[in-house]
């Protein structure tokens, strides 16, 4: 059973901070009916119109613009379809408060168990967003690909997850941690942590791609969306009728994302793939952790935000030449280009890399060094600050020092270097030296945990923790929106969803399938 949700549901998105040195409002936001909520009603035979730039409204500047792995924003405003009439209407300014300085954010931040204290202001829709007017088919289950869909979803496309009707997504069941359901009475199975961080901005279905009514409803779909994106295994998704050429030939302007361990090529194309053993076989793990220490794992892989750039480039491809097309995106080259510069250093002079904790094989210092009590992370990238840090530190005389001269004496007698620095700095606390360190003009930065680093004033400010009303857990907390545009507002309109919470309402709103035939669907246990 999956649970019932009310087309009137409210729901709220609340922001921590907003620009320095206010705080933002909370925003409350109340759904329409799902026969309206952002598609218009659409015979399944009508054409698709193209709404020119003069036809949407100029949106309000609210923050500023910022890039993302060098890609501009942008709108691409040529392409959008007349099924969401109603997004473009949005009215008014959201009511902010003022005169809340960065003290009193931090003084209401986190004192004892207590959260960060905003007040409500109202906006009934939020600006359309780059990508508003764009329809998501995503087949993805896991990370990499939720991740890249559901930064789309926060760019304004519509998502439309598709989840196997046996149990979703796999990371639903990946906990704990798990979000407690709001109702006490509720012996549902939770929400795992996992799921709710990569997938908000998105509706779920229930289709069984092995059933041929659930194949038919995937083509169906297919033909109202601009792009898909899944990540099984090569070759997976053609057995059942929905590989690339067969459903280009029913949307030829389809854009089809494979994400994938690695790539559609190769002896190992069919290989299942995970992040962290593509991190030890492409080099990653080799390089990282203490030098005389184990391999160590790092993060999160980084292919979804690789196959979000490849999809906003082939959109501006698909407005020149009218055509879509195939992107094949695997987790192994995505690991292989993020290598940067130490990639670059063993195929332009065969240097082999080496694990170095956090320092840098270019530059020292660059690297954590300890204080009496804790640590933090210093970085001295030219002879003047490195001149300011031995001020700092009271070590004039190692300007001075032949050893020391130039970056690259530094980096030959690394050694004896770090152990002056250490000595010097475990006679203070970390607090002494980010005080002594504050506005000398040189790279510094406490080691934060996860508690410290979601209550850091500038992440507050920069509105990066975010409240949502699920259907199940209630009120829960998500990170907030990493990019801010200028004329386009990203934006966070849906929670993360429910299984199978918007099969009926995309079968009804954006298939214009009726009662008898979803009736069918379901008996056939297609959906």
């Given at each position: ?12 998105v609340r922001s921590g ?11 409350s936001i109340t759904r ?58 949005s009215s008014g300014d ?434």
């Amino acid at each position: 059973m999956h649970p019932p949700h009310s087309g009137a549901c409210r729901w709220l998105v609340r922001s921590g901070a907003s620009h320095i040195p206010s705080l933002s409002q909370a925003i409350s936001i109340t759904r329409p009916p799902r026969s309206t909520r952002f598609f218009s009603q659409q015979p399944a035979s009508s054409s698709r119109s193209i709404l020119s730039p003069q036809q949407y409204p100029r949106p309000t500047c609210l923050t500023p613009c910022t890039r993302l792995l060098g890609l501009r924003s942008f709108s691409i405003q040529s392409q959008l379809r007349d099924r969401h009439p109603s997004k473009s209407n949005s009215s008014g300014d959201a009511n902010t408060l003022s005169g809340n300085t960065i003290e009193s954010l931090l003084s209401k931040t986190h004192q004892g168990n207590k959260t960060l204290d905003t007040s409500a202001g109202q906006d009934p829709q939020p600006l359309p967003g780059p990508l508003d007017g764009f329809r998501v088919l995503d087949l993805t289950r896991v990370l990499a690909g939720p991740y890249c869909t559901q930064i789309l979803g926060d760019l304004g496309a519509e998502v439309i997850k598709i989840e196997n009707p046996r149990g979703g997504d796999d990371t639903r069941a990946w906990g704990p941690p798990f979000a407690e359901n709001k109702d006490p009475s509720d012996t549902s199975t939770r929400e795992s942590a996992y799921f709710l961080g990569v997938n908000r901005n998105k509706k779920s279905i229930t289709v069984n791609l092995r059933s041929e009514q659930g194949r038919q409803l995937m083509h169906d779909l297919v033909k109202k969306v601009d792009v898909l994106v899944e990540n099984y295994v090569p070759g997976k998704l053609d057995e059942m009728g929905l590989g690339y050429k067969e459903l280009a030939a029913l949307n030829p302007k389809l854009i089809y994302t494979s994400i994938t361990g690695y790539g559609q090529t190769g002896p190992y194309r069919s290989r299942p793939g995970y992040d962290v053993m593509i991190e030890a076989e492409a080099g990653l793990m080799y390089i990282t952790g203490e030098e005389n220490g184990t391999p160590v794992k790092v993060g999160v892989a980084v292919t979804g935000l690789y196959a979000h750039g490849a999809i906003m480039a082939a959109l501006l491809a698909r407005s020149r030449t009218g055509r879509g097309q195939h992107i094949d995106c695997s987790l192994l080259d995505a690991q292989i280009a993020t290598l940067a510069n130490i990639g670059s250093s063993y195929l332009i002079a065969g240097q082999e890399a080496k694990r170095m904790g956090t320092s840098h094989p270019s530059i020292v210092p660059y690297q954590v060094l300890p204080s009496s009590d804790s640590h933090i992370m210093i970085g001295a990238g030219n002879d003047g600050q490195f001149k300011i840090l031995c001020n700092v530190l009271g070590l004039d005389e190692l300007v001075e020092d032949t050893r020391f001269h130039t970056n690259k004496d530094r980096v030959q007698h690394r050694h004896e270097l770090i152990g002056l620095l250490t000595t010097r700095l475990r006679t203070r606390s970390n607090r002494e030296w980010l005080t002594a360190l504050e506005g000398r003009g040189i790279p510094f930065a406490p080691i934060n945990n996860i508690e410290q680093t979601f209550q850091h004033p500038q992440v507050l400010a920069r509105e990066m923790v975010r409240t949502v009303e699920h259907p199940k857990a209630g009120e829960i907390k998500v990170a907030g929106l990493p990019v801010k545009y200028s004329e386009t507002q990203p934006s966070i309109r849906l929670p993360p969803p429910c299984l199978g919470e918007h099969t009926e309402e995309v079968l009804r709103t954006v298939l214009g399938y009726d009662e008898e035939k979803i009736r069918e669907l379901r008996e056939a246990k297609a959906v």
